[in-house]
């Protein structure tokens, strides 16, 4: 026993001082040390090898774990063997190399019970938590918290004391406090781990807290308390989400929306085709994407900075088209003017189906799109805030459009009072053709948002027409500041009745909440204001 710690000591010290080969030549030493002894023996190897903290001994013990590992009789050499008929392939245990071919006589399997298998985990953990990646340590101190294998605890103090990173630290600090927790060895040590988990404040946390309470004594009570104030401040952090998640839908039903109310305010046209605009946008996009994937990968970053000007284009042009060519005939016929556009959409989604398939189709997000990162308790999606943020810059840009140029002026204006508009001089087909063709290309821009958060396919803007139809009629007719407000109010009340009502019902009970609105103020928050508003 005194020979084996010698052993055990050189080989540690070898590793710590000397140079390359003598401290490979002293980790081989200390795996081969594996093959002799008994199971005690074989824990006090195990106990030293991970003491080494170098990362070739993980494959080592996890093949001794495995019951994959094997001592050659000729030499005491360790190897890693797996079986191939009647002989066995040796590979390096810390290279990983082939080492040649042995028989089933010449060569003895390293046994392992349950205890040993304990302690090969804590060592793993322990190898990780002393890695020199920092990564490596926080990921290691991370799954220690969850899995609180209660082995782990010496080596976790060993990794702590050692530690300088203060991110990596905090996380080894809660690791040790979840293994402490449930079976504190006295009182300020639980007491100590309780505040520690609870300054963690999240739901794993609570969850770990709640556990700890259903004990006895002073830690427990203490632990209750932890978790009564944390299950209270979790709440608000819900409800921050929730609103988040509002903030969110109310986004892009304010991108839906918006060309919507452009239209249906100016010509009163009910147009059931507008989310056939949004459709067609989304698979612009899909398409750039694809020219780009086969002829300039390297551009794909850049995809929607073509596709947004591109959806723009051919949403408008289209909707200009089915101005002039249906829309124009049927002015001062809401009936109709539904009826045609609801036909249109049937042949737009048929259209694109017959040019796409009728499968979905995938649009990626660009690499500043992609991922989340963490705010408190809230998570942030990257698609979902710069969708925020590109909604309300077309919003602006709108507004800008609307009341600083020549033909906000004479939208403004028809809006108002088209007959004297008309009076005036202004050309109110053509007011009208352009505002149908606005509204409809900002519709095509809110496919390009849509396209970064689903799957784009032929029934697309059918989720969103009605719900577009519900946030004008909400907000005011033809009025923006209306549209904006209506948007994000119904995206807030959407995502706080769902959890409660269900996503359907949630709709439901939304809607119902609307009639009840407009049967109160008939004109929506913002009423439309002119001479000729009951016109």
Known sequence: MALLAGLLAWTAAALAQDGPKAGAEALRALVNALGTGGYSQTSDQISALAATGDPSVAPVLQALADGDLYVREADGAVFIAARAGKIYRLRDPLSGQDAGEAGRKDIDKIKVNNSLRRAIRAALGALTLQAGDPGQ?????????????????????????????PGVRAAMAEARAALVLL????????????????????????????????????????????????????????????????ISLGSVLLLAAIGLSITFGVMGVINMAHGEMVMIGAYTTFAVQELIRTSAPWLFDYSLTFAIPLAFLISGTVGIAIERSVIRWLYGRPLETLLATWGLSLILQQAVRSIFGATNREVGN?????????????????????????????????????????????????????????????????????????????????????????????????????????????????????????????????????????????????LVLIILFIQRYPRGLFAQKGRAVEA
């Open 137 to 165: 340590r926080l990921a290691a101190a991370q799954n220690l918290f969850k899995t609180r294998d209660p082995e782990a605890l010496e080596s976790l103090d060993a990794a702590l004391a050692k530690e300088s990173d």
């Open 183 to 246: 079976a504190p060895p006295d009182l300020s040590a639980g007491l100590a781990a309780v505040a520690t988990i609870a300054a963690r404040g999240d739901r794993e946390a609570l969850t770990l807290l709640k556990e700890a309470a259903a004990g006895q004594g002073e830690v427990a009570a203490a632990a209750a308390r932890a978790a009564g104030d944390l299950s209270q401040i979790l709440q608000v952090w819900d409800l921050g989400q929730n609103i988040w998640y509002g």
């Open 366 to 510: 660009p690499s500043w799109m992609s991922g989340a990162f963490e705010l408190g308790q809230l998570t942030i999606t990257y698609n979902r805030m710069w969708i925020i943020a590109f909604a309300l810059f077309v919003f602006a840009l709108l507004m800008f459009v609307l009341r600083q140029t020549p033909l906000g002026l004479q939208m403004r204006a028809v809006t108002q009072n088209r007959q004297m508009a008309s009076a005036m001089g202004i050309r109110t087909p053509w007011i009208d053709a352009l505002t149908f063709g606005l509204g409809s290309g900002i519709a095509g821009i809110a496919g390009v948002a849509l396209s970064q958060i689903g799957n784009v396919s032929p029934n697309l803007g059918q989720g969103y027409i009605i719900d577009s139809f519900m946030v004008v009629v909400f907000g005011g007719v033809g009025n923006l500041w209306g549209t904006l407000v209506g948007a994000f109010s119904l995206g807030v009340a959407n995502k706080f009745l769902e959890p409660f009502a269900g996503a359907v019902l949630g709709k439901i009970l939304v």
